[in-house]
């Protein structure tokens, strides 16, 4: 039933009624009635971030690893601002996030007014669609339609600029029952191009699934559907840095990872199929390498619930948009209605050759018994953890990458980290984030320790609300990824890749009253680990790695996928893929 009350109420009103129990945010002058509100209801759980950026990662770690969308709140001016690395860096990686900012009394916009900022027309570019709500009479329809548009489709943050006159006032609410959107994708494909799309699989010879983000953002069903596709049809299968998990990674037919630092098999694979199946997954840039060189001779599918997705960077001979789920259900059915073929001689001989880019373990590194590899300790990390109920999140650089090579994801959901953005800073919010939704879970933060520097002041959040988040830092004292391109691509020249003052990582956990750790040694790295996984509260663990030791494989700038560069030690064997020193 419509009920009246002040547009403050109908905020939090609307949260309720949206299954929401969960709110990131910071307060200002421009949301204190809606702050007031949230004081007095104990539906909803609001955390206090230290940055409203904070707060948007670590909205995006909690839609990440639940599925639902995360919701933010902050204030106008520099609150919102603040909020706008969070928005594109979901916006990026298909994220449903609501933002909610205050914004000043509507007489006074474009006043310049204290703590004012056109919100909307910063975060236009940066959301999947934005309001700035004028009269408390739209408040409501247009806060349902909100968590309509972040969740439909392509999923995406949206933000709503609230002023503070508005919040005052009293208007009309009606739940989000009587709201009718017009925003309505495409979630079933078109029957005719999926049978065109089997056909093209009954007859491949060297095919392959490239999946995506996509697979995950569809939900588990999704990733079920996904998996008895590739037992059915015994094709290999690669993903996107964003798909990890979708397709477990003690599969039989997992390849690994692809792109820039994917893994050798995967991408000759990818460079040497005749059927390249996209699924869920949009072609980017660290994929795809050198584009008039990428996948040359594949006749190529591409899924995707975003029809602009499609065609946007690499022309595909069958096109199908629609949900992930829907689509690979309706595919399945097609398959099997016609008697589940495939060619299985062909498929034997490129198992063999995909076999033989296995054999040179382009992962395996020249191990060192006194100074710990960054790719040993994060093996050690994933053989002493892997059996907890565990949840990954990175910043980005070298360490992000080699977590993707070396840590298993067996289900979707687990994996949390900035792919589209690259956004240094990400992971330790994320993890509070996912923490936040899972309280008896194991959150881990692989972070460099540059890029944890970004957003270190989150530690008072974790504390504040006993949050036993791991931050896991691979401590080289360099800006690991631009080092190594500098070595790589620039002359060795080092233009401002290193920090000459980093903290002592243990006494600044004990500041903030959370446990510090510091490993040196490779033969205490394991005791170090289980100390941290036992411990009962947030952990900083400052593993100092390798300063110099560069990330491969990688595709170089420009490069084919058939032309990357690979470690010393591959077809050494040196190490073994469980991490035990073989010489």
Not at 220 to 233: F, H, I, M, P, Y
Not at 262 to 277: K, P, S, T
Not at 398 to 411: G, P, R
Not at 415 to 428: K, V
Request: charged fraction near 20%; charge should be negative; hydrophobic fraction near 40%.
């Amino acid at each position: 039933m419509a009920q009246t009350m002040s547009g403050a109420k109908m905020v939090v009103q609307a949260l309720i009624d949206q299954g929401v129990d969960t709110v990131f945010g910071y307060p200002g002058g421009a949301v204190l009635p809606i702050y007031d509100e949230i004081f007095q209801q104990n539906s909803i759980r609001h955390f206090l971030v230290r940055h409203e950026q904070g707060a948007v990662h670590a909205a995006e770690g909690y839609a990440r690893s639940t599925g639902k969308p995360g919701v933010v709140l902050v204030t106008s001016g520099p609150g919102a601002t603040n909020a706008v690395t969070g928005l594109t860096d979901a916006l990026m990686d298909s994220v449903p996030i609501i933002v909610m900012t205050g914004q000043v009394p509507t007489f006074m916009i474009g006043s310049d007014a204290f703590q004012e900022a056109d919100t909307v027309g910063i975060t236009r570019p940066c959301t999947k669609h934005n309001w700035l709500v004028k009269d408390t009479e739209d408040l409501a329809e247009t806060l349902h339609t909100a968590f309509h548009v972040a969740q439909a489709g392509r999923p995406g943050p949206v933000l709503i600029d609230i002023p503070k006159d508005v919040q005052f006032a009293d208007g009309t609410y009606n739940g989000p029952s009587k709201i009718k959107s017009h925003y309505k994708p495409t979630l079933k494909g078109d029957i005719n191009s999926i049978t065109k799309l089997v056909e093209a699989i009954e007859n491949a010879k060297r095919p392959i699934f490239y999946t995506g983000g996509g697979v995950v953002n569809s939900g588990t069903s999704a990733s079920q559907l996904l998996r008895e596709l590739v037992a059915g049809t015994n094709f290999p299968i690669t993903s996107t840095l964003m798909g990890l998990g979708c397709y477990p990674a003690k599969g039989d037919n997992w390849l690994g990872m692809l792109g820039m630092h994917g893994l050798y098999e995967a991408n000759m694979a990818m460079h040497d199929c005749d059927l390249l199946i996209n699924i869920g997954a949009r072609f980017d840039d660290r994929i795809t390498g050198k584009l008039d060189a990428f996948s040359p001779g594949s006749q190529k599918a591409h899924i995707d619930i975003d029809p602009s997705s499609i065609n946007k960077v690499v022309h595909v001979d069958m096109p199908i948009v629609g949900d992930i789920g829907h689509v690979l259900e309706d595919l399945l059915k097609v398959w099997k209605s016609r008697g589940r073929k495939t060619q299985s001689k062909d498929l034997k001989d490129w198992w063999k050759v995909i076999n033989s880019w296995r054999n040179i373990r382009c992962l395996d590194y020249k191990n060192d018994k006194k100074v710990i590899k960054p790719q040993y300790a994060l093996q050690r990390l994933e053989a002493l953890t892997k059996d907890h109920d565990r949840y990954i999140t990175t910043e980005v650089g070298q360490h992000q990458m080699w977590a993707a090579q070396y840590l298993d994801f067996n289900d979707p959901n687990r994996w949390m980290t900035s792919g589209g953005l690259g956004t240094m800073g990400y992971g330790f919010p994320s993890s509070i984030g996912v923490q936040v939704a899972h309280p008896k879970g194991l959150v881990i933060n692989v972070a460099g320790e540059a890029s944890w520097l970004m957003n270190m002041q989150e530690m008072g959040t974790a504390m504040q609300y006993g949050l036993p988040v791991k931050q896991f830092i691979l401590n080289n004292e360099r800006l690991g990824m631009v080092r190594q391109w500098q070595e790589l691509l620039h002359g060795e020249r080092y233009s401002q890749s290193w920090s000459e003052s980093l903290p002592d990582f243990v006494k600044l956990a004990e500041a903030f009253g959370a446990k510090g750790i510091l490993c040196t040694d490779p033969k205490d790295l394991d005791e170090a680990i289980m100390e941290m996984v036992k411990y009962d509260g947030p952990v900083i663990f400052d593993c100092a790695v390798e300063k110099h030791e560069n990330c491969f494989p990688m595709i170089p700038s420009g490069k084919a996928h058939n032309e990357m560069l690979l470690g010393d030690a591959s077809t050494d064997g040196v190490i073994d893929s469980a991490g035990s020193v073989l010489v």
